[in-house]
């Protein structure tokens, strides 16, 4: 039976204590996306500035869960400095993580955790918990999601030409 | 005539299970109600023994479930203290049940400028019907305040009133519990000329209810929050204003005649029933009131205002300021819903928390966004009582609320 301790792993406690990179950016020019997690009505705003393809800065706005606020907050330290295409290739490999569905309901056998850095998410690795939760993978992809919704933005042509 | 909640958990089959190798302890039946034995027993006889169409065969188990399936009809009259059994309408839940209403008398009724009076303690089952009506027809949603205790603040009720063709009230908030003076707007909404519809989700289940007394128009409830199946609710109204109204979905069991060139629909309930009912989910609802009214709703809403005092007054005297409980104090006009804030622990841990220890609560805006956003909070965990719980459930939430407090404190 996957216990509390399973899912609040000390650095997420951590993160949700003290948030990293918590505010607002002037939109424009920083790119900016709404996220809701209808379940449970957390809100989440993602700020990103860009300079060319790298990503310079990153705010979180909005409330949320300790799941959603410390996923968000470890997220904006993956990406921040990092370049787009570096930042949705962490966004990927997180949300994989996220996707371990061998494990059933009523106990059974969960996966083991990933070998010290195989899948090079650092801390992000602490998260790997959360999938024995299933209600709570949403809560831990909220941040994600709208930090991708954000980047999509930047193709979008109207806010292209602005 | 008092309860035997010993007696009656007993009846529930699923209270006798574990959890995470604890007792359950049951405290989201504002979700959805657990199912005594007679309810489970009486689906499966009807499965086992009389399974068959309803309204067509000619044969001996058809007819046989076509009088269960009506049986339960009228024991659900019975119960809401209708006279008439076929103003019972069978729908999927209640949900469906509002949106025939604003399907079939809205699309009838109402036009641009028309006002459908809301209260800001609406489901969200009560309220997006109306917004899509506001979409397509141009009708405006206008909405009942809150006093700061959460009640209703019906001061400027005469003024809110003017436009108003329907009122379309929740007799009991699945979030804070409060029990708003339904009668009292059924009338004010008479003297105007417009209708009244109630919300008996989180009413029907708790407390005896007369259709007559409520003073409403319409009342649209749902099975599976009042020991019933799911799959199964009801709008209930008056005779003449179903008569009045078109069908609500097309097909077979609501027509009394189909020709190349057009329908004749049914007559009242039947024109609102299209398809194959769920038989089984009506014999199920039928079970579900005969048990509760085994029972008395009288005993019911006494033992559920002292279990919901004794709630209040033992977590008040534990947690003090640390533990928001939002809604009215007096138990006498609220529900068993403890809508609950623990200092700042965010709902969805402490509710996960609350899992660890077997105590099953909802965490979340509980499908009332505009109410959550009146009190100023995105998420609450929610305790909700029912016939089977008792002192040790309260208690079990406290331990776990404590634990809870343990382990996040920061
Ligand atoms: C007040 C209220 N109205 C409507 C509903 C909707 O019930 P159902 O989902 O069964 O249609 C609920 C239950 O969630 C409720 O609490």
Redesign the pocket.
């Known amino acids: 039976m996957p216990g509390l301790e399973d899912l609040y792993r000390e650095v997420i406690l951590d993160h949700y204590r003290n948030p990293r990179n918590r505010g607002e950016l002037e939109t424009p020019p920083a790119l900016m996306a709404e996220g809701f997690n209808p379940l449970c009505g957390d809100e989440v705003k993602v700020y990103v500035e860009l300079e060319g393809d790298r990503i310079t800065d990153v705010r979180i706005g909005g409330q949320g869960c300790s799941i959603s606020q410390s996923s968000a907050s470890m997220m904006t330290t993956a990406v921040k400095g990092r370049t787009v295409d570096e930042a949705r290739g962490t966004l990927r490999s997180f949300k994989q993580m996220m996707s371990i569905h061998e494990h059933g309901l009523e106990g059974e056998d969960v996966p083991p955790d990933d070998p010290a850095g195989s899948s090079g998410l650092g801390d992000l690795e602490a998260l790997r918990g959360v999938v024995k939760f299933p209600v709570r993978i949403k809560c831990a992809t909220l941040g994600w999601n709208t930090f991708d919704q954000a980047l999509d933005q930047d193709q979008d042509p109207d806010q292209a030409l602005s | 005539m008092s309860l035997d909640v010993a007696a009656v958990k007993a009846e529930f089959p699923l209270l006798g299970r574990e959890v995470h190798g604890t007792p359950i302890v049951y405290l989201d039946s504002?979700?959805t109600s657990q199912k005594p034995r007679a309810v489970l027993d009486a689906m499966d006889h009807y499965y086992e023994t009389i399974n068959a169409n309803v309204h067509r065969g000619a044969y001996h188990i058809a007819e046989l479930a076509t009088t269960a399936s009506e049986d339960a009809r009228r024991s659900v009259a019975r119960f809401i203290g209708a006279t008439d059994e076929h103003e019972v309408v069978f729908t999927k839940?209640?949900?469906?049940a509002i949106n025939l209403v604003a399907h079939s008398w809205g699309r009838t009724n109402l036009a641009a400028g028309d006002v459908v009076l809301l209260s800001l303690l609406?489901?969200h089952?009560?309220i997006v019907p109306w917004h899509q009506l506001a979409a397509e027809r141009g009708i405006e949603v206008r909405w009942i305040p809150l006093t700061d205790d959460g009640c209703l603040d019906l001061g400027d009720l005469d003024r809110l009133l003017e436009g108003v063709k329907l009122v379309a009230v929740?007799a009991?908030?699945?979030v804070t519990g409060a029990i708003p003076p339904v009668r009292q707007l059924a009338n004010a909404a008479h003297a105007v000329g417009a209708l009244c519809l109630v919300?008996g989700?989180?009413y029907v289940p708790h407390l005896a209810t007369d259709v007559a007394e409520l003073g409403c128009d319409f009342l649209?409830f749902?099975g599976?929050?009042m020991c019933g199946p799911t799959g199964i609710?009801v709008l209930w109204g008056r005779h003449e204003l179903l008569d009045a109204m078109p069908p609500f979905l097309g097909g077979g069991e609501m027509i009394l005649d189909v020709r190349q060139d057009g329908f004749t629909p049914n007559e009242v309930p039947w024109r609102f029933e299209a398809g194959t009912p769920p038989i089984a989910e009506m014999i199920g609802i039928g079970a579900a009131v005969d048990y509760l009214e085994g029972l008395g709703m009288d005993a019911v809403r006494r033992h559920e205002v002292s279990l919901t005092d004794y709630a209040l007054s033992t977590l008040g005297d534990r947690f003090g300021d640390d533990l928001l409980i939002h809604g009215p104090s007096d138990t006498t006009h609220r529900g068993g819903i403890l809508s609950m804030c623990l200092r700042e622990i965010h709902a969805h841990d402490l509710s996960q928390v609350l899992d660890q220890h077997g105590v099953c609560v909802r965490a979340g805006h509980h499908?009332a966004k505009p109410l959550m956003r009146e009190l100023g909070v995105t998420s609450t965990s929610r305790a909700s009582l029912y016939l089977y719980n008792d002192e040790s459930d309260i208690d079990a939430l406290g331990d776990a609320l404590d634990a809870a407090a343990r382990f996040f404190d920061f």
């Open positions: 504002g979700a839940n209640a949900t469906e609406e489901h089952a009560n929740t009991v908030s699945n919300d989700s989180q649209a749902t599976h929050k609710g499908c």
